[in-house]
């Protein structure tokens, strides 16, 4: 397997094209859904600057549990309707949090988190899970990630094999 590299530039436009030709590069080589989605975590959390957690809830047919991620432990269940992740799920909407702070019913799993975005995993319909990430940073997710981040969460859902129902 290659080593991966940060990339050359943090700006959007070279950094998540870098990031989407990693991600296919990685995802391409194996099969099983659960080392995709802990390299697919890892590569978010090593390549993208000003974070401090990226990573994956997957539905249960009941509620969101913790799967793979990068970054410090973190809650291991979350209810549908609950939290930022458990909105965007309900909802099978990006919630984009500027100020995790002012988010009624946000779930701190780690201090340093000051924003956050959640972008649903919907595959022929149905509810995956979530991908999570946060930043120390308020502020650090901007229109521009959350377009980029949208498309490589598809990219996710074509290269990873989720299971329907963890
Ligand atoms: N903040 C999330 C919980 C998960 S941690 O950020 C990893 C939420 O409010 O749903």
């Given amino acids: 397997m290659a080593c991966m590299y940060p990339a050359t530039s943090s700006s959007p436009e070279i950094l998540y094209p870098y990031i989407e030709k990693e991600l296919i590069k990685l995802l391409g080589s194996e ?6 989605a802990a390299n697919a975590a890892s590569t978010l ?10 990573g994956f809830y997957l539905y249960d047919g009941s509620e969101l549990i913790l799967g793979p991620f990068w970054g410090k432990p973190a809650v291991t269940r979350i209810q549908i309707g609950k939290g930022v992740c458990g909105d965007s799920a309900k909802l099978r909407k990006t919630i984009v949090v500027e100020d995790v702070h002012q988010y009624p019913g946000h ?17 022929n319909n149905q509810l995956i899970g979530v991908l999570d990430i946060d930043s120390p940073e308020i502020g650090r997710f901007q229109e521009d ?5 949208e498309k490589i969460a598809t990219i996710m859902l074509d290269h990873i094999d989720f299971p329907t129902i963890v």
């Fill in 31 to 36: 099969t099983n859904w659960i080392s995709n």
């Fill in 45 to 54: 959390g090593f390549l993208m600057p000003m974070l401090n957690w990226a």
């Fill in 107 to 123: 779930i701190a799993c780690d201090l340093f988190s000051n924003s956050e975005i959640v972008i649903p995993l919907v595959k």
């Fill in 145 to 149: 990630d959350r377009i980029a981040l």
